[in-house]
Nanobody
């Protein structure tokens, strides 16, 4: 069983940056594709970014493309989401997710493991 723990969320002003981390335990992440999702208040959970097990493939939601970067350090069993040029509409709980296969646009129903999320609040 994989346990995923997100960290790095917080309050930031519009235009600012944050880096989220997702640390895994219970299993090495090196064989898993990893994703970030987010859920804003009153909205459905949505895809943000995906990265293949090797890091050679990545994909992003159009709303974050050019501003967010997903990366991973398999030696540290950790996945990151670097967020820059943050906007108030980026305010959400951000969730780390593990998949057995890489998908450019992973479906929520296919996620194998979820973290509990970390809150990002962007003030205007």
């Amino acid at each position: 069983q994989v346990q995923l723990v997100e960290s790095g969320g917080g309050l930031v002003q519009a235009g600012g940056s944050l880096r989220l981390s997702c640390a895994a335990s219970g299993r090495t992440l090196s064989s898993l594709a990893m994703d970030w999702f987010r859920q804003a208040p009153g909205k459905e959970r949505e895809f943000v970014a995906a990265i293949s097990w090797s890091g050679s493939s990545t994909n992003y939601a159009d709303s974050v493309k050019g501003r967010f970067t997903i990366s991973r350090d398999n030696a540290k069993n950790t996945v990151y989401l670097q967020m820059t040029s943050l906007k108030p509409e980026d305010t959400a709980v951000y969730y780390c997710a593990a998949n057995y296969y890489y998908h450019n646009y992973p479906d929520i129903s296919g996620i194998a493991h979820w973290g509990k999320g970390t809150l990002v609040t962007v003030s205007s």
